[in-house]
C-alpha cells in the first residue's frame, strides 16, 4: 500500500472509531463546539487571510480564471457567512433522538424507529473552502464524523480552517479525529477514499459534472448528488400572465448561474401570442438571450432559432430555451425527456391541470404557482442545507439535517420469542 | 455494443417508460393485478411445475447439492406461500401519495413532502424462484417497475412465472414492461444490468456475500444490501436467567440458518457461573456446539475452545460462540467489532444499562429482553420486507413497502417568487 492510501484509511479509520463519540454528544456539546467555531473564526481571521493569500497567490501565477480566484477567495463577507452559518446551524433542532412513533405488537412487544446519526460521512468538493466549515457543522450537528476533501487549489485555506475546528473541538473536550481534513492534495486520495466502504456511510460530491460522476463511477460508498439542474416553468393556457411573466422573470433573472434556475420555458399555445412578446421585452431588458423553437420565433423576432443540443441544456447563463407547446401533455413529455429530476413549476389557474401536474412530474421539487427558485433547504423551511439531491434513495430534494441521519429500529420485550 | 447488452439496455429504457404508467395506477388496479396473478398461479399450477421441472432436471444432473434442490423446488408449499403472500401484499395499504405533513412558509408559500415511487427497481437473486413473484409483488405494489434476474439455474421457472405475471398484467390494462424478467442466463447480463444508471433507480441482491459484494463492486446505481447477519445476545448481570434462556434458546435453535438468528452469546461473569450451565444443558439437547472463551471453557466443560475466527463468523448452524464479558462496556466493544449491523440484543433488569444499550448500539434493530429472530418485516408490523438492509441510507432494517418508495417536495404558491 502506498502513502497516500495508507494515510487516508488510517484517516477512516479514526473517523469511524471517533463517530461513536460523536453519535453520543448531547445537544449542547455538539453546539458548543459549532459556537466556539465561530468565536475562533472571528478571533484568528487574520491566520486565516494569510493561508488564503498562498492559496490565491498560487492560483493567480497558474492563471486560473477570475471567476475560480473569486470562489477560493476567504472574504470578510465569506467568512461573516460562515460564522452567521455556524450561528444558524447551532440553532436548529437537533434531530438525533427523535421516535416520531412506537406501537405495540399483538405479543406485547413495543417497536418504534429512532433516529440516529448516519455515522461517518465524506465531503468532495472543489475550491471554495467555505464548505469546509458549512459541511462540518452540518454534518456533526447531525452527530457524524466527517472527513473533507477539498480541491487541491484551496489545500492552505482548508488546513487553517481545519485548524480552527480542531481548537474548537479540544475546547469542548470532543475527540480531534470527529473533523478531518485530507492533508493530501494528490487526486490519488479521492479514489482512496472512495474505496473505504467499511469505514464512510456516505459520500456526498458537490461541484461541477465532471467531479461528481468520477465519484459516482468509482465509488462503492453510497453517493448523493445531484449533477445539474435543468428547470423549466410550463405557461399553462388561461394562466395569470402578469403572474407567469413574474416567475419566469425571477427563475431566470435573479441568479442565473445556480442549479435552480430556469433553464427551459414552455408555453401553451393558445397563451404564447399573449404573452411571449411582453416576456421577450423584459428578458430583453435584463439581457437573456432566448433560444426558441419556430413558432416562438415567429413571435419573438430576436429569439435565435435554437438548435437540438438547447432542449435540456444547462446553460447558468442569461440564456434560456423556450418552446411553444400544443398541451400541458406535451409539456410534461418534454420535462420528462429534458429535465434533471430537480425543479419543475407550472403557472396556471386550472385546478385539475394545477393537481396533475404536482402528481405526474417527476422531479424533486415540483410548484404551482412559484418560482423554481425556491428549491433550497432555508426556502423550504428545512433550515441548511448540505446540497439538493436529484436521485431519489435516501433523499430527494434539499438535504437538511435529518438527511445526514437515518433510523433503526429499537424494541422494548418483557421475554418475547418467535412462536 | 453486443446482444447481451443490447438486450438488457433495451429492457431498462422500456422500464424506464413503463415506470410513468405504474406511479399513476391507482391502488385498486395494482391490488387487482396482485390477485389476478394469484389466481392465474393456482389455475397454471401444471405449467409452472412443469417448467420447474426442466431446472429441477437439470439442477440433478449438475450434481447441485439437495439444499440447492430444495430451494429450486416450486412445490404445493411454495407456490400456495405465493399466493398467500400476493393476496397479504394486495392487503397492504398503499404508500404512494401519503403526504404527513404540509407547511406553511412566511411568503405564504405552502410545502409538503409526498410520498412516490423510486421508478425502476432491478432484483438480483440467486435460485429461489419464488423471489420473482414475491418481489414483483412489493415492487408494484409501491408504484414500480421492476426488472428481475434471478440465477440462471431457475430459468425455466422464472420464465413461467413471467408468463402468469404478463397474463395479469394485460387482464387489467397495464403495461407489460412493469415487470420484465432478464431472459439471459449469462452472468454479463448482471453487469450490463449495473451499468444502467439511468433508467434503475435502486438496485437489490439478495442472495450469497459472494453475489452481493459483486453487486456492490460493480454496480452504479444505488444498492441496498446486507451482507450478513452476525447477532449477538448479551446476558447482563443481575438478568432473569430464566428469560435469558428462552431468549437465547428461540435466538439459536428456532431457525438456525437465517441471518437474524444468534451467532455470539455474551454472559456477564457475574451471570456466567449460575447462567452458563443450565444454558449448556438445553443447547446440548437441541445438539448446539458452543465455541468458548477459555472462562465459557471452565464452567462448560463439553464446549469447544473457540479460535480467531469463530468471533463475528456467521455459523448459520447449530453453533455459537459464547464468551464471558466483564462489563457491558466490553459487550458493547466486542459488538462493535464483530457485529454486523443486523440485530443485537440484551437481556436485563436494569433500566439504565437497558436504555444505554438501545442508545449506544449501532444495529438495524436493538432489542430488550426479546429475541433476536424479530428482525423481520412481519414481525414488526411493516407487512411484507423485501429484504433487510443493513447499510443506513435510505433504509436501515427491514425493508417494506414504504421503503421502496420515497418523497418529492411539492410547493402550492399564488405568484411567490424569490427576492
Not at 436548529?92 to 461517518?120: H, Q
Not at 432566448?290 to 446553460?315: K, L, Y
Not at 410534461?332 to 430537480?342: K, L, P, Q, T
Not at 415540483?366 to 423550504?380: C, P, Y
Request: some cysteine; proline content about 4%.
Amino acid at each position: 500500500m502506498n502513502d497516500v492510501a495508507a494515510i487516508v484509511a488510517d484517516m477512516g479509520r479514526r473517523a469511524r472509531a471517533a463517530a461513536r463519540r460523536v453519535a453520543g454528544l448531547s445537544t449542547a456539546v455538539k453546539d458548543e463546539v459549532l459556537l466556539r467555531t465561530a468565536e475562533r473564526l472571528v478571533e484568528a481571521k487574520d491566520r486565516i487571510r494569510a493561508a488564503n493569500e498562498k492559496d490565491l497567490a498560487a492560483a493567480r501565477g497558474k492563471g486560473l480564471s477570475g471567476a475560480f480566484v473569486d470562489r477560493l477567495t476567504l472574504s470578510d463577507r465569506v467568512i461573516d457567512s460562515m460564522v452567521q452559518g455556524l450561528r444558524e446551524v447551532a440553532a436548529l433542532p437537533d434531530p438525533v433522538g427523535e421516535s416520531p412513533r412506537l406501537w405495540r405488537r399483538p405479543n406485547g412487544l413495543t417497536v418504534g424507529r429512532v433516529r440516529i446519526p448516519l455515522g461517518v460521512i465524506g465531503m468532495i468538493y472543489e475550491s471554495r473552502p467555505n464548505v469546509t466549515i458549512d459541511a462540518a457543522a452540518l454534518c456533526l450537528k447531525a452527530g457524524n464524523a466527517v472527513i473533507l476533501r477539498g480541491g487541491s487549489d484551496a489545500i492552505h485555506s482548508n488546513l487553517a480552517l481545519a485548524e480552527i475546528l480542531q481548537e474548537a473541538l479540544a475546547a469542548c473536550g470532543v475527540p480531534g479525529d470527529a473533523v478531518q481534513v485530507v492533508p493530501v492534495t494528490d487526486r490519488a486520495a479521492v479514489l482512496e477514499l472512495l474505496r473505504l466502504e467499511d469505514d464512510l456511510d456516505l459520500v456526498i460530491p458537490r461541484g461541477g459534472e465532471g467531479l461528481i460522476r468520477f465519484v459516482v463511477e468509482n465509488s462503492r460508498i453510497p453517493v448523493l448528488k445531484h449533477y445539474k439542474g435543468v428547470c423549466h416553468v410550463y405557461v399553462d393556457r388561461g394562466a395569470d400572465l402578469e403572474m407567469a411573466r413574474r416567475i419566469c422573470f425571477n427563475a431566470k433573472v435573479q441568479r442565473p448561474g445556480v442549479c435552480n434556475a430556469m433553464e427551459g420555458m414552455l408555453v401553451h399555445r393558445e397563451a404564447a401570442e399573449a404573452f411571449l412578446p411582453a416576456m421577450a421585452a423584459d428578458f430583453r431588458e435584463a439581457g437573456v438571450e432566448m433560444r426558441g423553437c419556430p413558432r416562438t420565433c415567429a413571435i419573438v423576432p430576436e429569439a435565435v432559432a435554437a438548435v437540438e443540443e438547447d432542449w435540456g441544456r444547462e446553460f447558468l447563463d442569461l440564456v434560456l430555451a423556450v418552446r411553444v407547446v400544443d398541451s400541458m401533455d406535451e409539456a410534461m413529455d418534454y420535462i420528462a425527456r429534458y429535465g434533471s429530476n430537480h425543479t419543475e413549476a407550472i403557472v396556471t389557474r386550472d385546478y385539475a391541470r394545477a393537481m396533475r401536474f404536482l402528481r405526474e412530474v417527476d422531479a424533486s421539487l415540483v410548484l404551482v404557482n412559484a418560482s423554481t427558485r425556491f428549491n433550497d433547504g432555508g426556502q423550504l423551511g428545512l433550515g441548511a442545507e448540505i446540497g439538493i439531491s436529484t436521485s431519489k434513495l435516501h433523499a430527494y430534494g434539499p438535504m437538511g439535517l435529518e438527511e445526514l441521519t437515518t433510523t433503526k429500529f429499537i424494541a422494548f420485550g418483557d421475554g418475547q420469542v418467535r412462536q
